[in-house]
Each structure stands twice: as structure tokens, then as C-alpha cells.
């Protein structure tokens, strides 16, 4: 794909052999692996959603923020918590950071926390520039092989398939909702609002 940097050569090729040509789509028309028995899916920039009874909970999601920080997304848990893949090479994540900032701040007295993960980018600089540029306020964890997004999301769940992804958890720390493309402001309302109104 021409949006990956050539530096992507240096992530090692057992983990890519293992999944991460999940994350091989920085475009809302690549193909990419999907969860469970469905092989390969079109990454058509769909948004899914399940019902409250059928969602499943996310597995283990911590790490190292890009601020050199640790974060555990379980920690989160009693607030919506909205999860963006990115990375500061792919143009539909520079295209979705405004409205993301822009939600991310006047959803947070909601009970709203947003967390990133930043993958694919080899070395932390380009990405705090990004976060920087973009005046995204909350924490990314730094994922560069991809290693919590192979492993962060149960077997035929709604997993992240494309860069950028967005996972959304209701407040116990289940799988809400998912989207396969870059999402504007009004996007990412109509997934976030029907999760803040449940009780």
C-alpha cells in the first residue's frame, strides 16, 4: 500500500506472518483479515454495532502511551470509552484527528474517555507531532508491530481490520460498536450518544 512508510521493512516478519496484515488498509477500499471464520474482508468503511445482550468484552489492553506513560483501558471501565487506531502516515487519520480532538473534549464530563493506538510508526517523534498538530489531548498507546490489536480483541468480535479503526466499549468494558473508516464529528456522535444515554 503506498500510504506505509518503507521503514514498516523493520517490524519483525513473524509478527506479520501472525496478524498484522490486519492493519494492511490505510484506505477505505483495501483489503485486510477479519476476525473469526470470515478469512479476508473488504475494509468498505462499514459501521457495525450490537445490541447490548450479544457484545463481548475486550481483552487485555495496556501498555506504554507514546508519553511513556501506562495505561490499562480496563481501568476506564464505567465510562464509554472510544478507541481510534492510527498512525501519523495515513491520511484518513490526519483527515478524522479534528473531530476527534473536538468530541474527545465535549464528551468528557459525559463519562467519555478517548484513547488512541498508535501503530505503525517505528519511532514515537512522528507520532507526538501528530497528536501535537492535531490537539488530540488524550493518551495513545504506542503499538508499533500491532501486537494489542492482534491480541486486544476476541475471535470474530468487532476487532479493528483497517487504519484508521474505531472500537467503541460501553461502560462494562464491552465491544459497542466499530468503525472501518475515517469518521467526522457527526460519525462519531451517533456511535458515542446512544452509549452515554445507557443505564
Not at 473469526?36 to 463481548?56: L, Y
Not at 468530541?103 to 505503525?120: L, P, Q
Not at 472501518?180 to 464529528?185: D, G, R, T, V
Request: glycine share 12%; with cysteine; proline share 7%.
Amino acid at each position: 500500500m503506498g500510504y506505509f512508510r518503507d521503514s514498516r521493512a523493520a517490524v519483525p516478519t513473524a509478527l506479520i506472518a501472525a496478524g498484522v496484515f490486519l492493519l494492511a488498509s490505510c484506505d477505505d477500499g483495501g483489503k485486510s483479515g477479519g476476525g473469526g471464520s470470515t478469512n479476508f474482508v473488504a475494509g468498505n468503511g462499514g459501521i457495525s454495532t450490537v445490541p447490548r445482550s450479544e457484545r463481548q468484552p475486550a481483552h487485555e489492553l495496556k501498555g506504554e502511551t507514546l508519553g511513556r506513560k501506562q495505561l490499562d483501558v480496563a481501568d476506564l471501565k464505567g465510562k464509554v470509552v472510544v478507541m481510534n487506531v492510527w498512525g501519523s502516515w495515513c491520511p484518513p487519520c490526519r483527515a478524522e484527528a479534528p473531530s476527534f480532538a473536538k468530541v474527545a473534549e465535549e464528551t468528557k464530563a459525559k463519562g467519555v474517555e478517548f484513547v488512541g493506538i498508535n501503530t505503525r510508526d517505528t519511532q514515537r517523534s512522528p507520532a507526538i507531532a501528530f497528536e501535537n498538530d492535531y490537539g488530540l489531548k488524550y493518551p495513545s498507546l504506542y503499538d508499533p508491530i500491532g501486537k494489542l490489536i492482534i491480541n486486544g480483541f476476541p475471535k470474530g468480535s468487532l476487532n479493528p481490520q483497517t487504519i484508521p479503526s474505531t472500537i467503541i466499549l460501553d461502560r462494562d468494558g464491552k465491544i459497542a460498536a466499530r468503525a472501518l473508516k475515517a469518521l467526522n464529528e457527526e460519525d462519531l456522535r451517533k456511535l458515542i450518544d446512544p452509549l452515554i444515554a445507557e443505564k
